[in-house]
Structure formats: C-alpha cells, structure tokens
C-alpha cells in the first residue's frame, strides 16, 4: 500500500473522529448540564419525539459517551451506526421540515453529523485508534458488521 496515502488515511479519520466526537460530547453535555435530562424531556415533547421521557436520557447518554467512544476510538463501527441512526430519526421526526438551515431548524447540522458517523461505520477508525490498538484492525470492532 502507498504510504503516503495510508499515512493520509490515517489521519483524516483521526480528524472526523476527533472533530465529530467532540460534537457528540458537546450536545450530550449539553443536554445533560445546560438543558438537564427533565429540559430535554420538554423539548423532546415539544418536539414530537415519541416516548420523550425514555428517550431523552438514552440519546443524551449514547451522545456524551458515543462521543468519547470516537475520540479514542473505540467501538467505533458500532457506536457510529447508532449515532447515524440517531441523526436519521432527528431529521425525520424533528428537522426534515424546517428546511435546510439551521438557523430555522432545519437539518443541516444533524445531515453533517450523520454523515461523517456514516462514513465512520463504513471505513472503520484507521490505525490511530483504540481499536486498532485493542483488536489488531485498522477497520476497528465488529468489522464485518460493514
């Protein structure tokens, strides 16, 4: 394999999964400190989340420890697959008619977001990971569920 372009591999996944984990953290965090769990809940019932009491505190966990679980790297394919399809379900349930701006709601940030955790599903961590380092693959835990 060409080193360069490995070596370049390497770190743009380290990049998506550094820079889009923190996103995850970030929102997790927030839904936990700045909005608390009971915040959520409301705006998750305004919203039109079904099942908002049960679900708020499950998407705020899987955001804050998803998150962290991309920065290191670890359980990447797996963690990223339920972040993507937590982005799907905010822009059908939530962001889908708001357009496309987030400025009016819409869903362009939650379309980045489940995008890069897409990709992330699909190509694995890269060598600079927990995974690679834990389970000897650069395409990370439970390759082959990709």
């Known amino acids: 394999m060409n080193t360069s372009a490995s070596t370049a591999s390497a770190a743009a996944r380290l990049i998506i999964r550094v820079a889009f984990g923190f996103l995850f953290l970030a929102h997790g965090w927030q839904k936990f400190n700045e909005f608390t769990i ?38 990447t394919r797996p963690v990223a697959i339920l972040l993507t399809v937590n982005m799907a379900a905010a822009i059908i349930l939530v962001h889908a008619g708001a357009g496309v701006f987030v400025a009016n709601g819409g869903y362009e940030l939650v379309l980045a977001l489940g995008a890069a955790t897409l990709a992330l599903f699909l ?4 060598r600079i990971s927990l995974d690679a380092a834990l389970f000897g693959s650069r395409k990370g835990a439970l390759a082959k569920l990709a």
């Open 38 to 75: 009971p915040g959520t809940v409301g705006a998750f019932t305004d919203m039109g989340v079904p099942a908002a009491a049960a679900v708020a505190p499950v998407i705020a966990s899987l955001e804050l420890a998803g998150g962290a679980l991309l920065i290191l790297g670890l359980l």
């Open 123 to 126: 190509v694995g961590p890269g």
